[in-house]
């Protein structure tokens, strides 16, 4: 086994103020989708606006291994486009090789739906981190519809998938999870009966609405969805919109950065993506949505933010985790510079991201002399209303690409030099954020 050797990257410090106007990278969890729908479809389908980054490259090479061919092309706004022709009705072939699937967890996760009602058997492989992941949540539920995993009292990968005949099943799940939930919902498209998952509270629900465009019947609503089984997909048209996830990171930098002032364009405006910006509006922040229209079913419009001076700490529900899940490491930036504490009520979640993500904030803050700490399953971080980096700081990432991007721009918005570790992982989610940094930055 290869011992990872970590790669530290000097990051500079803004120049300037973050202004103008910016179109993020496509959404990843609707780009995952798009891709692994149309690969299940009978037909070809057109996608546009695809995010061009690893996790989603690996959710292409893996379909394409089962046969779907792909001929998704960079256009020159660096978004991927073109077609998807899929297995459909024949399902998926049996592949010759493990299945890579990086560091995504919704690649695999979502593909042990998809493969488990063909009668094929597939190696499921990722990266050190994703071998690292809870994988049981996703194959109890499929085994109990008639999937086979393997080997047995292994609950991480790399895992045996064995597909077969499914029946349908009522599944309560034990946590607010898209990937999980989609799985079960994937799986049962093809299954018979009617399969149905309730969910302790509501994860995000890009896989409900866009089944629909592929052909299948999906009836869902807040905490529970369900399919009907022997349904068929065929092909459609998918625009991706930009990514709530990514323009999080420059909601958020702008909100602390003193003259910054942002409208990022086109963005999702599903409510089950954007609870950050409920967030920072409740911290003080100046920050608006201006709704557009709809891509599909997903709305998407503007986002509009300034730099708030004086931002106050608050809390956030348990019921909301699920609706910023993911930006909770770049609110964690912004509750540190706010006054007062900002709790969020449970991170139980992040434990089991790309790296641990609750232990990684409180690591990352203490480097700045911001205490936090996980009482039970909250997050208590007590802010001290400006942000303090000391030079040279040598932040840990883990490869992870969300708290990468948290740390240099604790760096940068602090306007002092940092080291980032791992760097580069932001390429799993948004490869091109120095760029857009250093756009925002020239804009001035
Ligand atoms: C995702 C769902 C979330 C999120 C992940 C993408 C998806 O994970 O953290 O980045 O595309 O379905 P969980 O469903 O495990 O909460």
Redesign the pocket.
């Known amino acids: 086994m290869t011992t990872h050797q970590t790669i530290y990257t000097p990051i500079k410090p803004l120049s300037a103020p973050l202004t103008g106007t910016l179109k993020v990278p496509g959404d990843?969890?609707i780009s995952?989708?798009s891709v692994l729908f149309s690969a299940m479809a009978e037909g070809t389908s057109h996608l546009d606006g695809v995010l061009d980054s690893q996790d989603v490259r690996s959710s292409m090479s893996v379909v394409q291994a089962l046969g779907a061919q792909v001929q998704l092309d960079v256009q020159p706004d660096g978004s991927l486009a073109g077609t998807v022709t899929g297995w459909g009705n024949e399902g998926p072939r049996q592949p010759d090789a493990p299945l890579y699937c990086g560091n995504s967890?919704?690649t695999v996760?979502?593909l042990m739906g998809v493969l488990a009602p063909w009668s094929i058997q597939a190696q499921l492989t990722g990266d050190e981190s994703l071998s690292r992941r809870p994988m049981a949540r996703i194959f109890t539920p499929l085994q109990s519809m008639g999937a086979a995993f393997s080997p047995e009292g292994r609950s991480t990968l790399p895992l045996c998938e064995q597909g077969g005949n499914l029946h349908a099943i009522e599944y309560q799940m034990p946590?607010?999870?898209?990937?999980?939930?989609?799985a079960v919902l994937l799986a049962g498209v093809f299954a018979s009966g009617t399969t149905r998952v309730t969910e302790p509270s509501c994860?995000?629900n890009?896989?409900e609405l866009m089944l629909p465009s592929f052909g299948v019947q999906v009836e869902h609503g807040p905490g529970w969805a369900q399919v009907h089984g022997g349904q068929s997909m065929h092909a459609c048209d998918v625009s991706v919109p930009a990514d709530p996830?990514s323009a999080a990171f420059m909601c958020c930098a702008a909100a602390i950065t003193p003259g910054s002032s942002l409208r990022l364009t086109q963005v999702s405006l599903n409510p089950a993506r954007i609870g950050f910006i409920n967030v920072l509006a409740r911290m003080g922040a100046q920050i608006r949505v201006e709704p557009s229209g709809a891509l599909g079913a997903e709305p998407y419009g503007d986002i509009v933010v300034q730099y708030s001076p004086q931002l106050t700490g608050t809390t956030v529900a348990e019921s909301e985790i699920?609706s910023l899940?993911?930006e909770i490491p770049i609110l964690a930036l912004v509750a540190s510079v706010c006054s007062g504490a900002t709790v969020f009520e449970d991170v139980s979640?992040l434990r089991?991201?790309e790296t641990d993500r609750a232990q990684a904030i409180i690591d990352g803050l203490a480097l700045m002399g911001v205490e936090a700490t996980c009482i039970g399953n909250a997050l208590h971080i007590q802010g001290r209303k400006s942000l303090q980096v000391a030079p040279g700081t040598r932040f840990e990432s883990g490869a992870d690409h969300r708290l990468a991007m948290t740390w240099a721009l604790a760096g940068m918005c602090a306007s002092v030099e940092v080291v980032v570790g791992d760097f580069d992982s932001v390429a799993i989610s948004y490869p091109g954020f120095m760029h857009d940094v250093a756009t925002l930055q020239a804009a001035v």
Do not use: M, P
């Not at 946590?175 to 989609?182: D, H, I, N, R, Y």
């Open positions: 990843k969890s995952h989708r967890g919704t996760r979502l946590v607010a999870s898209a990937q999980l939930k989609s994860s995000r890009h896989t996830s699920a899940v993911d979640e089991v991201k």
